[in-house]
């Protein structure tokens, strides 16, 4: 019922609700994600991830991200796609996988997406985060 929810129009109290049952917010994953690309819902998106613990939730978004790169809508903009993607997995302190999508960001062709990767390696690599555990470096 959940995944038809997040589907339809009530997007937001669905999302809403995954706070209080966060093993369904994990099976729901791919579907949360796909939304984290609407602006109007990227809070709520967040919201919903932030009572996952990490040490679920960082791996299934590895084995996850890949995918939802490459097969992206394409109505929106590459920039937009990692910006989102990236925005969010900093706000849900996934190191991991925010430090995949900016090592993809910064070989890629298109100079825009490059961009995303030099601001979140800016923000949130070696000399951000110096001593920190966020740090976007591989240990």
Known sequence: MLQRELRGSDRGTALAYLRYVPDD???????IMWLATDLGLAHEVRDSLMWISRKQLSPRLEALLPRLLDEAD??????????CYAEML????????????????L????????????IFMRLH???????????????
């Open 25 to 31: 917010a994990l099976e729901l994953l791919p579907e």
């Open 74 to 83: 394409t109505d929106i903009a590459p920039y937009d796609l990692y910006r």
């Open 90 to 105: 900093a706000h849900v302190q996934t190191w991991e996988p925010l430090r995949m999508l900016v090592d993809r960001a």
């Open 107 to 118: 070989i890629s062709p298109d100079e825009d997406i490059r961009e995303v990767g030099g």
């Open 125 to 139: 690599g070696p000399a951000a985060r110096r001593g920190d555990v966020a740090s976007l470096t591989r240990v």
